[in-house]
């Protein structure tokens, strides 16, 4: 791994101080305020780990002695939100405006095989905190009680954390539940931590082992959609990438971290970040389409990903386009040309394709500029007529009104036209069909 640890100091760690700064979260006051009245409530993980160490939490992660059902229905009324139980593993979600709270029923887990679910049982507050991750998550922060403000951890996860360092609790964790490895990751380009040299091993030994083959592509594709989202989306998936991690998941899958930089420079504000670092995933394979395997294993991959309703097919679309923009992009002469090549390709393939042709011809070649062209003017040019205006002429309702009005623009694009209603209409209606 290469993430950097930073100089090591002590977390605060004072309860009452962390306490208080816990309830000027959106959402605290009312969760802090239902600790008091039924008790057995603890704040753990991730937002106790991000409290000591002075950042924000992303969200409210709470443990119950007990069942959830009350405690998430009591929270959503009180923040006008909903909560949504999962009556399998004991948790429940609490989402209103601006606020996102789980709660857990205390439990321990077991894995009947690698990769597989766990199975859950009611546990003790020791036991949930050795089922987590890494030890800076192992962290509990009751809110209530006797206990109050009284920090509880696995051993060795205030040092791990002042020291800045991701640390596994048990030699199985990455066998057990692979997705894991992308957490690691994530969590150590995000926090800057560095990651303890035998959790580094156990990571590489289960990758080498074909540990991701035991879990489900959905799973793993969680973990990569919760990565896109990161602002240090690019160092993650080029340390995924180094580590394997890609390779393992898919053949052909990769990451070209000066691509996608290169590319993120020059996208477009209306354009979207996660499918341009999606599609870039999947360049290497778009290359290769001519091959048996190639659409399959994109496919594949984008399956895993479970991205929302059409936008798979919009991953698939930009990584083809990049490949085909890149590849000729440097032999396109007039403006015809231009718009045969990248008329309706996706603005997230063009900014990609700008980007393999900077490693192939340098940051000011032709096909750069010709890119270039097209995604700050060209693209931006628009027929003041519409389909109710050749209608209104003449034009009966159907396919010959778009493809009429699909001849106009290319005649302004090429400037062979004067822009404006009457000119445009006069080409729309003068077109061969």
Known sequence: MSAIAQPSQPPADDGDALIARLRELPGAAELIALAEARGGVELVGGAVR????????????????????????ELANALGGRATVHERFGTAEVRAEGIAVDLASMRAETYPAPGELPEVRPGTPVEDLHRRDFTVNAIALPLAGERRGELRSVEGALEDLAARRLRVLHERSFLDDPTRILRLVRYAVRLSFSVEPHTAELAGSALASGALD??????????????????????????????????????????????????????????????LLAASLLLGLAYK???????????????????????????????????????????????????????????????????????????????????????????????????????????PEGPEVGARLEEAYRLL????????????????????L
């Open 413 to 432: 694009l090429e400037e062979a036209i004067e822009p404006g209603r009457e000119s445009e209409l006069r080409a729309a209606l003068g077109v061969q």
């Open 50 to 73: 991000d409290l000591l160490l002075g950042r924000v939490p992303r969200e409210l992660d709470a443990v119950v002695a007990g069942g959830v059902e009350d405690l998430a229905s």
């Open 289 to 395: 389409l001519d091959e048996e395997d190639a659409e399959p294993a994109m496919r594949g991959f984008i399956y895993d990903m479970e991205l929302p309703s059409g936008e798979g097919d919009r991953v698939f679309g930009a990584a083809v386009s990049a490949a085909v923009v890149a590849d000729g992009v440097g032999s396109v002469a007039t403006t015809a040309d231009i718009l045969d090549l990248m008329y309706r390709a996706p603005v997230e393939s063009l900014a990609l394709a700008v980007a393999v042709r900077d490693l192939e011809d340098g940051p000011d070649s032709y096909g750069r500029r010709t890119i270039e062209r097209w995604l700050n003017t060209m693209r931006h040019v628009e027929l003041e007529v519409g389909g109710e205006d050749l209608i209104a002429a003449g034009v």
């Open 214 to 275: 035991s879990v489900s592509g959905a799973r793993l594709g969680s973990e990569l959609r919760l990565a896109f989202a990161e602002p240090c989306a690019v160092e993650i998936l080029a340390e995924l990438d180094r580590l394997g991690v890609f390779a393992a998941w898919e053949a052909g899958v990769g990451f070209d971290e000066h691509i996608a930089r290169a590319a993120l420079e020059l996208l477009p504000a209306d354009a979207s970040r996660r499918l």
